[in-house]
């Protein structure tokens, strides 16, 4: 049976009618993209993996949208009412769904299922949209469908592009991810409600009406709760992952910052980054030993930092009296500034950009060394400090051509030593990132440390690998400062185990094929 829709009964003239629909289509479409934009930027900041979490959350979401278009197929004979559930339903459910996963993964350390399933149902109900609101349009002017489609569609995607603008330059800087949600569902909301509840109340029986009023007001109060309770929820979220200690916790858009301790209680300062403990205690402070004192092994008078801006490996180069300068290249404003001013990690740097040895550059490594004059004095020692290589965005500073700039940089008997990843839990990254180093003409000696815990007591072993274009020793310097946990037979057993285990012909990852999500 052919369905053919029955002219509409309006307040306003069709016109205006027609403008009214358009004009939600196109609020509606900012939401349902701004839902989308969310989900992917939770599933990136709480697993990492950025190529992955944004293809799980787009198919799932594409596959549900033609799943819900089929099934709104059984509304269009109460079209205004179906679309009024749709919207409110949509408003709680994207409303609702960054404070669901991060509750997820605070308290039960998982946060995946619920990303399938926020994706599987936002994605039913952002399909539903478009049948309903055709249905509605046609009644208010019936016309031939390809001029319906290419004007609900037109809306559409221009609502999308101003949802996809918002979100990063408005909603994320300024309201964060959790108050952020909770204001687009409002809108989508009230947008959804106001269409059907007025310009298509005469096509609402009363019980239906009052229904869709109950419903949309419910949603609003539980939105509204929602946002009262940000500010509690956040630190109770923190405080599930992190301890009743937290002091500071901040997304400085490069990463997350969360210092515990260090306060007037007398409890130890310890820094984590992305969830991974960094500094504060013996084995925290083993990455930084780890990292830098084999490096220092020869001439070191010129040293240049690549990340690092928590100031914990420049503490350990600033250990040996004849350096004479240090240049820090780190594009995270928010932890420099974190790493001078605050207490605690200022406690734990030991005031390490007070020294007048160090230069810091605010800029992003591969830039700055691109950039970087061929005629500027080299380094003896090259620091690699940079977030884990198997994280998308950071993969380019991983890469066959970054370590071609940062050889370039490099003295002739100089020295790079990289953080290359966790070898037990990722070994095919971590060889990787040595195939990659081996690639510029370096010679390399992986090895690896026994980590500290990540939050929720896990536990992972940090990977280096160390680089000169001779051949190079896995050793530390005769004469060096006093190391709290890191010993000579610790980091040669180590050494010399993951040396037996490198593979050799492993292909180097370059801009143009990123190996590390192989």
């Known amino acids: 049976m052919i369905y053919r829709p029955v002219p ?8 205006l009618g027609r403008f009214l629909v358009l004009s939600t289509v196109f609020v509606c479409a900012a939401c349902g993209l701004v ?7 939770l599933a990136s900041y709480l697993t990492g993996d950025t190529v992955t979490q944004a293809s799980v959350v787009l198919s799932v979401m594409v596959f549900a949208m033609g799943i819900g278009s089929l099934l709104a197929k059984r509304l269009r004979c109460r079209a205004a009412f179906g679309f009024g559930a749709v919207e409110a339903g949509l408003a709680l459910t994207g409303g609702l769904s960054a404070m669901a996963l991060h509750a997820c993964f605070a308290w039960y350390g998982q946060a995946k299922p619920a990303l399938v399933g926020f994706s599987l149902t936002i994605g039913v109900l952002i399909g539903a949209e478009v049948p309903l609101l055709m249905t509605l349009i046609q ?3 019936r016309q031939d469908a390809g001029g319906a489609v290419a004007d609900l569609f037109a809306a559409d995607y221009v609502g999308a592009l101003v949802g996809g603008l918002a979100f990063p330059f408005l909603l994320l800087p300024v309201l964060g991810q959790l108050s952020g949600a909770l204001l687009t569902g409002a809108v989508n909301a009230v947008a959804g409600g106001a269409l059907v509840l007025w310009l298509f109340r005469g096509d609402l029986t009363a019980r239906a009406r009052w229904s869709l009023i109950a419903a949309n007001v419910l949603v609003l109060l539980l939105l509204a709760a929602g946002s009262v309770l940000t500010g509690p ?9 992190y301890g009743a200690d937290v002091r500071v916790a901040v997304h400085t858009g490069v990463q997350d910052v969360v210092l515990t ?3 007037p209680g007398g409890q130890p300062a310890a820094l984590f980054l992305d969830g991974r403990l960094r500094a504060g205690g013996g084995e925290a402070s083993r990455y930084q030993e780890a990292l ?7 001439p070191h008078r010129s040293v240049l930092v690549l990340g690092g801006g928590d100031g914990l490996a420049l503490r350990e180069v600033l250990r040996y009296p004849d350096v004479e300068d240090v240049t820090v290249v780190e594009p995270d404003t928010a932890e420099l500034r974190l790493a001078r001013t605050d207490p605690g990690l200022v406690a734990l740097n030991q005031g390490a950009y007070r020294d007048p040895r160090v230069r810091v550059e605010a800029a992003d490594a591969f830039d700055w060394l691109r950039v970087r004059r061929d005629s500027d004095v080299p380094y003896d020692v090259v620091v690699s400090d940079l977030p884990d290589p198997d994280v998308t965005p950071n993969a380019k500073l991983y890469s066959q051509e970054f370590y071609g700039l940062v050889a370039r940089a490099l003295a002739p008997d100089g020295r790079l030593v990289v953080h290359g990843g966790a070898p037990e839990a990722r070994p095919h990254t971590f060889r990787t990132v040595d195939a990659t180093v081996r690639s510029v003409g370096l010679r390399t000696v992986p090895f690896r440390v026994a980590a500290g815990p990540r939050h929720g007591g896990r536990s992972e072993d940090w990977g280096f690998v160390l680089a000169s274009r001779s051949p190079v020793r896995l050793r530390l310097p005769d004469v060096r400062p006093y190391l709290r946990s890191l010993t000579p037979e610790l980091l040669s057993a180590d050494g010399s185990a993951e040396a037996r285990r490198k593979e050799e012909g492993l292909l180097p990852s370059t801009l143009m094929h990123p190996r590390y999500g192989e």
């Open 8 to 15: 509409a009964r309006l307040p306003v003239p069709a016109g």
């Open 35 to 41: 839902y989308e934009l969310e989900l992917v930027a």
């Open 139 to 141: 009644r208010i002017r």
């Open 233 to 241: 929820f956040e630190k109770a979220a923190l405080q599930a992952v």
């Open 261 to 263: 301790g260090g306060g």
């Open 292 to 298: 830098v004192h084999p490096a220092m092994e020869g």
